[in-house]
């Protein structure tokens, strides 16, 4: 079964794939195919022994149907006269079941193509969430984007369009059969013929290929650059960059239009040269038929008939098939990137974390990145509800730091370790949710503002205390009880409508509001006027000893009450004490502080 297994995989990925997510459904939807194919078959089998009798002759003569005439002799077997009407009965019968099928076919494809769609957004939500951050920094944004939002259309289209040609496939299966029950020779002639017609067109097969894998490319450098104009619109609106900006774009505009064109022109080719291509084989079998097998024109209608049938069912199998090899380059691309999410997944531990209850220990702690070691040798105990500052120059592993402590990352050597308890056996999400994490760049949501706070809870009697609480926290309550809509009032874009410090506050509240045990800031106040800076730090002042804070901080003003300092140079720890004691036993803090003299008069 695992040889098995490992062929289809091999020879039948894009097959291998949509097994994945649909399993028996697949086969429901083929069996139900090859139904509607045979009934098809049988009723237009039984218009051979009408029209005899439409001629004037007594009764049907089997012989006609080749390997087919069970259909007439059945009836005479269950006892039922065969004429006309009978004959008539029994078209209607197998037409009325083959539309049963169909509509039971065709329900079941939309049913199935939507829990498809739905089952790998779902997984691919669940997958990015898993995905490490380390793993997630060294992604394209771009590739990102455009993966989960066109490149999904684009795969549902091609699962569309690949399960249109299984079922077109097994039609011209069907036809063929039934075909070669009528008249073997006539069959194999004429499959012969639609072989070769096949052949013509592999080619144009390759070029579809390589222009989808092309397109999806492309659409990544597009969705790439359109999510850093948007990002970073105010700088290039304030420095007219955005006009040359833009000219990259209307570049990667053309050449995902030049690739859409030609693709578009191969399937057009191959839509025109199709048909003309079928009547030549069919053409040529008949005249072969008789003059060389001196084979009558009436013994052969049947099987032209299902062979009519069978070239048009493969007309629409090409079709589809070039369809779906313009949007296999999606498939392709969805099959890596679903393979680079899982492989990039977090590994967590089997730990639950409740409550942190005494101390953080750092031991023997050091990470590299890029062969380049950023941290070395750190030794660091936090303990509870203790305020612990980072400072040192850009580059000394302030941030590094953070994202250890906040789980983000992992220590290349070393241990970190909470309440006794080491972060590789904790499930890092449960410790993760009792963190407060507060940016430089405030996160706010383009929603309400009792939204952006709560995370989208429910409006209860205790969520809205709970949030008056952390607002009032925050020092930001009075602001927002001022407003018309109150908590209600939507934000623009990113909080535009707020000031910097006003958005600063309530990324602040957010976090008080999710009732933590860590408040982590990493430069939270230094993109603020010092005024608001002053006010907000006095605040977080206020929330000392009520939360185990650490701040990462380059204005040494905004931590001169901090329980303890922890000083950082190239990646090692120079000094650890408060304000006072690094002043007088530190030098490299001491001269920091003469630098900044200035900010803590």
């Not at 009408?50 to 059945?74: K, R």
């Not at 045990?517 to 002042?541: G, K, V, Y």
């Not at 190239?570 to 004490?577: A, K, L, P, S």
């Amino acid at each position: 079964m695992s040889y098995l297994k490992k062929a289809i995989k091999k020879y039948f990925q894009s097959f291998y794939f949509f097994y994945g997510y649909l399993k028996f459904r697949i086969p429901v939807i083929l069996t139900l195919s090859i139904l509607v194919g045979v009934l098809d078959g049988f009723g237009l089998a039984m218009f051979i022994p009408l029209l005899q009798m439409v001629d004037g002759e007594a009764t049907a003569d089997p012989e006609q149907l080749g390997n087919l005439s069970f259909l007439v002799d059945g009836l005479g077997y269950a006892g039922i006269q065969i004429n006309i009407y009978s004959i008539l009965s029994l078209i209607l019968i197998f037409f009325v079941m083959k539309g049963v099928f169909r509509y039971i076919e065709g329900y079941l494809r939309v049913v199935y193509q939507q829990y498809f769609i739905r089952t790998i957004r779902v997984k691919n939500a669940d997958l990015l969430s898993k995905f490490s951050f380390s793993d997630f920094i060294k992604v394209d944004s771009g590739r990102i984007q455009n993966t989960f939002s066109a490149e999904v259309g684009r795969v549902n289209y091609a699962f569309g369009t690949y399960f249109s040609c299984a079922q077109a496939l097994i039609m011209v299966l069907v036809y063929l059969g039934l075909a070669f029950m009528t008249n073997a020779q006539f069959a194999v002639l004429i499959s012969i013929g639609g072989a070769l017609t096949n052949l013509v067109f592999k080619r144009l097969y390759k070029k579809t290929k390589k222009s989808s894998i092309e397109y999806t490319e492309q659409s990544h450098i597009f969705q790439g650059l359109l999510i850093q104009k948007v990002a970073n619109f105010k700088y290039l609106k304030a420095t007219s960059l955005i006009f040359k900006y833009v000219d990259k774009l209307k570049d990667s505009i053309t050449k995902i239009e030049k690739v859409q064109k030609r693709m578009s022109l191969l399937d057009t080719a191959m839509q025109a040269a199709r048909e003309p291509m079928i009547i030549l084989v069919v053409v040529v079998v008949i005249l072969v038929q008789i003059k060389f097998f001196s084979e009558e024109l009436g013994s052969i209608i049947l099987s032209l008939l299902f062979f009519y049938r069978a070239l048009s069912f493969l007309m629409i199998m090409q079709k589809q098939w070039n369809s779906f090899l313009t949007v296999s380059g999606a498939l392709d691309n969805m099959t890596s990137f679903i393979k680079e999410l899982k492989d990039g997944g977090e590994v967590y531990g089997s730990a639950t974390f409740n409550q942190f209850t005494k101390s953080t220990n750092l031991t023997g702690v050091n990470f590299s990145y890029a062969e380049k070691q950023v941290l070395k040798d750190i030794n660091i105990s936090i303990e509870k509800n203790e305020t612990i500052a980072f400072v040192g120059e850009s580059g000394s592993g302030k941030t590094t730091l953070m994202n250890l402590l906040t789980g983000l990352i992992k220590p290349s050597q070393g241990q970190i370790s909470i309440d006794g308890v080491d972060y590789k056996e904790i499930d890092i999400r449960t410790l993760q949710r009792r963190i407060g994490y507060i940016t430089q760049e405030p996160v706010i949501f383009t929603d309400t503002i009792y939204n952006n706070v709560t995370f989208w809870d429910l409006p209860t009697e205790e969520n809205k205390l709970r949030f008056a609480d952390a607002l009032k926290k925050a020092a930001i309550y009075d602001f927002i009880d001022e407003l018309s809509q109150k908590e209600q009032t939507l934000l623009g874009s990113n909080g535009v409508n707020l000031s910097g410090g006003q958005r600063q506050r309530l990324s602040i509240a957010r976090e008080l509001y999710k009732e933590v045990d860590f408040l982590m800031m990493d430069e939270a106040t230094s993109a603020l006027d010092s005024e608001t800076e002053r006010a907000i730090q006095n605040h977080i002042d206020k929330l000392k000893g009520q939360y185990t804070i650490l701040i990462i901080a380059h204005r040494l003003s905004t931590v001169k009450n901090a329980d303890r300092i922890v000083l950082l140079k190239n990646g090692m720890v120079e000094g650890v004490g408060s304000f006072e004691q690094l002043i007088n036993s530190s030098d490299e803090f001491k001269r920091m502080v003469s630098l900044q003299d200035f900010a803590l008069n």
